[in-house]
């Protein structure tokens, strides 16, 4: 039987730290109101000048070194964000060019917070399926240029940011055992982003004006509910595929929506925080971005270990959520 493994990761974060001090300027709030509602203290804002594929550019180079290939042996390139450079041509696109990988397949995929999950479970049908032989799976976000810096509530989460890791198949190294997606179309609305698409179009000043192009964030606390339920869900589903506990998982590598989030997903699932990855008080939420830089983060610091058990789990807007059992050798 065909298996999957991760033989490279990388990431990257803009230099700019953009502090609570700085984002309360104009806003009834303080930066102790943030923290407490987060748990976020900073996060990166990526210079005026930098797009989204200039972000995956260097996570995919940095995963490319880590996993020995040059650009030009990439067979597939799969690119998950909701803010690409453009619509089209696709992020996965402008990143093959700027990479100098002519050979590769690309395209986007779209599942908001979870795309990096959905990135990794359509990586893993092409390498069964033997279309190809490795595929780099980025995800990247420039989220501060999507929200609306007078919305409080919004505002303070996002960040910018993009990770990567290349796949192969029949390889030595961490495996991915299993991964489980999930959509929710019928309830996907209370993350919501309409301008840019058929629904607000062409670009208006009304539109404008009545804010359609930010990211808008409704019944955030039946959302909350919504989302640590499917985080934990889908961490039990691929645990009970795998015939194991949370007992024998060393690590859970979730999307990084706010602290809150992951200690009710730890309480849920009866785990100690300290099995829980946490990247949110220094990078904030970068919507897809966010599970494969923490995932880098953990890899280079020592924290994976051989042997260990990883879970990677996310939730996102749309509604979409998912998981990953990857095993680390």
Known sequence: MTTIHITGTGSYLPEYVLTNAEIIKGLDTTEEWIVKRTGVKERRRAAPDVLTSDLGLQASLRALEAAGKSPREVDLIIFATITPDTHCPAAANWLQAKLDAPQAVTF????????FIFALHAAEMYLRAGFCRNVLVVAGEIMTRVVDWSDRSSCILWGDGAGAVVLERDVPGPEIKSTFIHTDGANGANLLMPGGGSKTTPISHESVAQGLHYLKMIEANQAFRVAVNHFAESCQEVMDYNGITINDVDLIVPHQANLRMLQALAK??????????VTVHKYGNISSATVPIAL?????TGTIKAGHRIILTAFGGGLTWGSSLVEWR
């Not at 986007?108 to 795309?115: H, R």
């Not at 849920?268 to 300290?274: E, G, R, S, T, V």
């Open 268 to 277: 849920k699932l009866d785990a100690p925080m300290d099995k829980v990855y």
């Open 108 to 115: 986007d995929l779209t599942a908001a917070c979870s795309g």
């Open 296 to 300: 880098d983060e953990a890899v280079r």
